[in-house]
Structures are given as structure tokens and as C-alpha cells.
């Protein structure tokens, strides 16, 4: 399974000496619903298993190897993510890991254009200064979604 390695990996769940902690972008409602998400060293809700906050899991989380550039409407990803070889061979494959993550991720960011941009602003931020981010290839958002 694809992202089977993450609860080995951990990176997108710890933060590298000498960097500042990491204040996890939250929606509106998961603001509400969380207060606040911050990763000092290694995450308080990272398990054996990975994360153990479930359906409680920030987006930002889920949407990691990704990230979204809200202003080029462009999916990048982090560069040191071991899967991400995997993952962009597995967006070729109808019915894959990779394809049924980014079709979530798609449409999930849909909604967040109209209803909470200034997330998807505050997150790509975020993602830009701990991450060596790519642009992701042959990947976009529908045109007719567009603005």
C-alpha cells in the first residue's frame, strides 16, 4: 500500500533540528473544531501507526506529499517525500492509491477555493518554507472549476 511507509517515514510529522516549530494550517472549520495544530519536534497525535487523529486529521496533513499554489492554481510536492516517485507513477494508473488521494485532494481544494481561500493562501506559505517543493506533472484542477 502506498502510504503504508508514512507510519515508518514520519517527515511530514517532525520537524528538523534547528527549525522553528510548525503551526499546521487549519480550515475555518477545523479551527473551530481543533483550536490549533502545532508541531514543536514530533507531532502529539503521531502513533505507532502514523496519526492518530482519524477523521479529526487536518486537511494540510492529508494533503501532504501535495501542496496547492492557489494563485497558479498548480499542484506542487515536497521533493524529499520518499513516496513521491511512487505516487506520480501511480497517478498514471486508473484505481490507484495515488489517483484515488489526488482525486480527494481535488475536490476537497474545489470547495476550499469558494469557501475558505485564505486557508489555501496561509497553507501554500506555510509549505513554501518547510518544504522543498516541485510542481506536480500532468496534474490540474478542471477548467471549468476555474474563476
Known amino acids: 500500500m ?3 511507509h508514512c507510519a515508518e517515514c514520519k517527515r511530514c510529522c517532525t520537524i528538523d533540528d534547528g527549525h522553528p516549530p510548525l503551526e499546521v494550517s487549519l480550515t ?3 479551527k ?3 483550536g490549533s495544530v502545532c508541531i514543536e519536534k514530533n507531532c502529539e497525535h503521531l502513533g505507532d ?3 492518530t487523529m482519524g477523521e479529526d486529521k487536518p486537511f494540510a496533513c492529508s494533503l501532504y506529499p501535495l501542496s496547492f499554489d492557489p494563485s497558479r492554481r498548480q499542484f506542487m510536492y515536497d521533493t524529499e517525500c520518499p513516496l513521491m516517485p511512487t505516487y ?3 497517478l498514471k494508473q486508473v484505481g490507484s492509491e495515488a489517483q484515488a488521494h489526488f482525486s480527494l485532494v481535488q475536490s476537497a481544494i474545489l470547495g476550499l477555493e469558494r ?3 485564505a ?3 496561509q497553507n501554500f506559505s506555510i509549505d513554501e518554507d518547510y518544504f522543498d517543493l516541485k510542481k ?3 496534474t490540474s484542477l478542471p477548467k471549468e472549476a476555474q474563476k
Do not use: A, N, S, V
Request: charged share 40%; with cysteine.
Open 49 to 51: 501507526q502514523g496519526c
Open 88 to 90: 506520480i507513477r501511480q
Open 28 to 30: 475555518r472549520l477545523e
Open 32 to 34: 473551530k473544531k481543533l
Open 2 to 4: 502506498l502510504f503504508d
Open 136 to 138: 506536480l506533472p500532468h
Open 115 to 117: 469557501k475558505d481561500p
Open 119 to 121: 486557508f489555501l493562501r
